[in-house]
């Protein structure tokens, strides 16, 4: 067996304390074949970037490294934030781009090669991650790394059109084609970069999962949906609801209905239009008054970025304008809670919720949708109300998929979930808990890797 190298934006070190998700998988992955992982320390330094860290834990290594203050805010910041991330997730209007942070991306993404390739074997398998490493495995190709690539996107990839917005897109995107095997989240995906590479990448869609790039290079591009720790996750769920924490949640809400929501602070969340979803369904669905409690977690991320400061100050407003009109003296319809909560305790939340409101305009995937369902007691389960933008919603389809932006539609899926029957809230999990085990985080990660060694396909 090959040995793997996984390089990503960050990386989990093994004395470092994250619970499931990607971190378990790749780490499991690793510990399979033994191996390298890569990738930014986390330090911003005042000296040129470039200074290598290693941790060893038996056979695997960790090795990262340091960012100087000025190409981490061009890399990272700037162009990964607020130019691929917004357009990335179909919002062009939030696209911040300079010819200047977008060499210094190139720049990084080309260090991270110069310091990575002489720590490559030429049997090793490199597993690249996410948009802020796109063209890491063409700059590895032009250092003579010739050992099988693959790269995985975990955000959607929108239009060719909106792709085409971008500025530099087809140099960018390009090098894609530098790997073996590009993977997507969903199948809608893999047909729009097919579509991108023919009609904007000047190459080729050949048969199956073949492309051909500019230069005639062959690669394949397919969907491996991401999943969960799905055994675990039902475990731990059961537990958590004895935490501390959760039982003074319960004990707050008396005998009235929770709805949870939990979300990274982000504008392709959709957390405005929920929470006006939710003062509609007060207003739709007044029975509902004083009878359901909506939890909104919402930990901040990238603070220094002002479409995020002005969405935080949205949220705000909108959760005092609602409260105020909604509101009982012992009673208000919002929670609206800006930290984090450890894994354990967010499991035992959503297992003693009776619904959860996962309703992104846009989503790669959304695992929290996915760690909803696993965490439900099977005798007496929530109902999940999922947005059809997250690509979860292409495998859990017995939620009920609603349109994010008919806010309507998504007072009534509520109100629906809220009086939904014994019999059919077991029989809607079932069906998606069923999902859930046939296709957990372990099989995700092997389908890729067996995919990626196959130079058939």
Not at 70 to 89: I, K, V
Not at 138 to 163: A, K, N, Q, T, W
Not at 191 to 202: A, I, M, S
Not at 400 to 427: F, K, Q, T
Request: with cysteine.
């Amino acid at each position: 067996m090959s040995r793997l190298v996984i390089v990503s934006n960050r990386v989990a070190l093994p004395q470092e304390s994250r619970a499931g998700g990607l971190a378990v998988a790749l780490n499991a992955a690793l510990r399979e074949s033994g191996g390298l992982w890569f990738g930014w320390s986390g330090k911003r330094v005042r000296e040129p970037s470039g200074t290598l860290h290693e941790v060893r834990d038996g056979e695997l290594r960790f090795v990262t490294m340091d960012l100087s203050n000025e190409d981490h805010d061009a890399y990272y910041s700037n162009f990964a934030n607020r130019s691929l991330w917004p357009m990335l997730h179909f919002r062009p209007d939030l696209v911040d781009y300079t010819r200047e942070t977008h060499a210094g991306y190139q720049r990084v993404n080309a260090l991270f090669a110069e310091r990575l390739a002489p720590l490559l074997r030429e049997d090793d398998t490199v597993w690249v991650h996410d948009y802020h490493l796109i063209p890491l495995g063409r700059y590895l190709r032009e250092r003579g790394i010739g050992c099988r690539m693959g790269f995985f996107l975990h955000v959607p990839l929108p239009s060719p059109d909106l792709v085409s917005a971008l500025p530099g897109h087809r140099d960018l995107f390009g090098a894609l084609g530098a790997y073996d095997l590009v993977g997507f989240q969903t199948r809608r995906d893999v047909e729009r970069f097919r579509d991108y590479v023919r009609l904007f990448g000047e190459g080729r869609a050949l048969d199956g999962d073949w492309l051909a790039n500019v230069d005639g290079r062959r690669f394949r591009a397919r969907h491996f949906p991401i999943s969960i720790d799905t055994a675990g996750i039902a475990a731990q769920s059961a537990a958590g609801v004895r935490r501390s924490s959760v039982k003074r949640l319960r004990a707050s809400l008396g005998d009235r209905a929770l709805a949870i929501s939990v979300d990274r602070l982000d504008y392709s969340k959709g957390l405005p239009d929920r929470f006006r979803a939710v003062s509609r369904l007060l207003e739709r669905h007044p029975q509902h008054r004083g009878r359901l409690t909506c939890l909104q977690i919402a930990p901040a991320s990238r603070s220094d970025v002002p479409e995020y400061q002005t969405l935080r100050r949205e949220l705000a407003e909108l959760t005092g304008h609602i409260n105020g009109r909604h509101a009982e003296p012992d009673w208000t319809p919002l929670r609206y809670v800006n930290r984090n909560f450890s894994h354990d305790v967010l499991t035992g939340y959503y297992r003693m919720a009776r619904l959860g409101l996962v309703t992104p305009l846009r989503d790669g995937m959304n695992l929290v949708a996915k760690e909803f369902v696993a965490a439900q007691d099977p005798e007496d389960p929530g109902v999940l109300v999922l947005s059809r933008f997250a690509g979860a919603a292409n495998e859990l389809t017995e939620a009920l998929i609603v349109n994010p932006y008919d806010l309507d539609s998504v007072a009534d899926a509520i109100d629906a979930g809220l009086g939904m029957p014994l019999a059919e809230r077991i029989r809607r999990w079932r069906t998606m808990m069923d999902t859930l085990e046939r296709h957990d985080i372990t099989g995700w990660r092997r389908s890729f890797l067996d995919a990626l060694a196959s130079p058939d396909g």
